[in-house]
């Protein structure tokens, strides 16, 4: 029985079109639901604060303006300068990646140099995160970086 090749390649043809179509339909959901970052779509603004401790903070945990997600942390690194006493305050640097919306407006709009940052505790296991509280117009905005 011989087979009949064109037809079968065509076959596969279809196929692939079909995966590549469904591929591409799963990404779309993903970014325009906002679960899915993809680079070089929409603006994201890195911030930095410091803190005496981020008690089993990680990265890639959530940042909260007022307990609604705006974005994730980047990187936790300590001070490069070494404290000079164990109480010195600001041991540590957290870099924060803000990409939320809130209210159809950039949520960095909200953060402001009069804004303060805590971690907090969230859900039933305990996962850090941390929360801004939204600045005020006597704060000044915040700058990338």
Known sequence: ???????RLSELRVGLLVLLALAI???????????????????????????????GLRK????????????????????????????????VEIVMEIDGKLDGRAAIERIRSDSIA?????GVLGDNVIDITPGTMNGKAINNG
Do not use: H
């Not at 690194?77 to 164990?86: A, D, H, M």
């Open 25 to 55: 339909l799963v990404l779309v959901i993903f970014a325009v639901s906002g679960d899915l970052k993809i680079p070089g779509f929409g603006k994201t603004t890195i911030i930095r604060t410091e803190m005496p401790t981020v008690d």
């Open 118 to 122: 805590t971690l907090k505790t969230a």
């Open 60 to 91: 890639g945990a959530e940042v909260r303006l007022s307990g609604k997600k705006i974005g994730s942390v980047k990187s936790i690194n300590f001070s490069s300068q070494i404290p000079t006493t164990p109480e010195a305050p600001n041991n």
């Open 1 to 7: 029985m011989p087979q009949n090749n064109p037809a």
